[in-house]
C-alpha cells in the first residue's frame, strides 16, 4: 500500500484501497490560465509517478487536470505540458466544482501546490510545499523536455526544489546516455528482471513516493558487472514504466537509419 505525507499535517497517510472503483486523484496546476511552469510541471510529474506506482501493484486510478478556468486556451496549454513531459493522458481537464462528476466520485487524493486554495473536503491534501528555484520551463527549443522530467525526479517531491540550467543539461546527458546504451542491451538475448530490482522499486515508490531511489536502482544497473546486458535492459525497461523516460526511445531506430 502506497503511503504518501500530507505536508500540512506532516503526517504519513496510506492510500486507500478501492477494490470496487478506481483510486481518484485530482492535481491543480496554479498556472493554468496565466503561464504554466516549472512548479506545474513539478505536480504533474508527481501525480504521474502515482497513479504509475498504484497501477503497478494492480489497482485502477483516475485522475484528472484542475484548473482555474476552463477555456480552450488554458486547456491547451495544459495539454501541451503534460504531453511534453511523458503525462499519462488524464481522465479529463476540469475545474475544482466539477472534478468530482468528471471522475464519478468523491476524489480521494488532491495534489495542489503551496499557497493554493483549499481543496473540497473529502480527499487528502499533499504537496503543500511544493516549489521550483526557477520559474521558466525549458521549451521545445531548449531541448528534450524528458530533462526536465528527470532533474524534478532526483529531488525528493516533498522538499523545495532547485533546478539550475546544469541541472538541466546533466539531465540530457543522463537520459542521452542511458538510451544509447539500453538500445546496445536490446541487441543481446534478454535476461530476466532480478526479483531483487522489482523488490526495491515497489517498496522505495510505496514509501513516500521515493523517485530517487528507483533512478539509484537504474545507475546501480548501469554500473553492475555481475549483471548481464540482456537484464540490465529488461531492468531499465521496467523501471522506465514506473518513471516515464522513454528510456527506450532509441530501440531499433540504428538499424532503421543504416537501412535507409
Do not use: N
Not at 133 to 142: F, I, K, V
Amino acid at each position: 500500500m502506497t503511503a504518501i505525507v500530507d505536508i500540512g499535517t506532516r503526517g504519513a497517510m496510506h492510500l486507500p484501497r478501492t477494490h470496487d472503483r478506481p483510486l481518484r486523484l485530482c492535481v491543480h496546476l496554479p498556472g493554468a490560465g496565466s503561464r504554466l511552469g516549472l512548479l506545474d510541471a513539478r505536480l504533474a510529474v508527481v501525480v504521474d509517478v502515482l497513479v504509475r506506482t498504484v497501477e503497478s501493484c494492480g489497482q485502477q486510478a483516475l485522475w484528472a487536470c484542475v484548473l482555474g478556468r476552463l477555456t480552450p486556451d488554458g486547456t491547451r496549454q495544459a495539454r501541451s505540458l503534460l504531453a511534453s513531459l511523458g503525462i499519462l493522458p488524464p481522465a479529463a481537464f476540469t475545474t475544482v466544482a466539477t472534478a468530482g462528476d468528471a471522475l464519478g466520485g468523491e476524489i480521494d487524493l488532491h495534489v495542489i501546490a503551496a499557497g493554493a486554495e483549499e481543496a473540497p473536503g473529502g480527499g487528502l491534501t499533499v504537496a503543500r510545499a511544493y516549489q521550483v528555484g526557477a520559474s521558466r520551463l525549458p521549451g521545445a527549443a531548449d531541448g528534450d523536455a524528458l530533462a526536465v522530467r528527470l532533474a524534478l525526479l532526483r529531488q525528493p517531491y516533498r522538499r523545495p526544489a532547485v533546478l539550475t540550467s546544469h541541472d538541466l543539461d546533466d539531465a540530457a546527458g543522463t537520459l542521452c546516455r542511458w538510451r544509447g546504451k539500453v538500445a546496445q542491451w536490446a541487441c543481446v538475448p534478454s535476461k530476466p528482471v532480478p526479483e531483487s530490482y522489482q523488490r526495491l522499486a515497489q517498496q522505495a515508490l510505496a514509501d513516500d513516493l521515493d523517485a530517487p531511489a528507483v533512478l539509484d536502482l537504474l545507475c546501480r544497473a548501469e554500473a553492475a558487472e555481475d549483471l548481464a546486458e540482456g537484464a540490465k535492459f529488461e531492468v531499465f525497461a521496467y523501471l522506465d514504466r514506473l518513471l516515464g523516460l522513454e528510456l527506450c526511445r532509441e530501440v531499433g531506430r540504428a538499424t532503421t537509419d543504416a537501412e535507409e
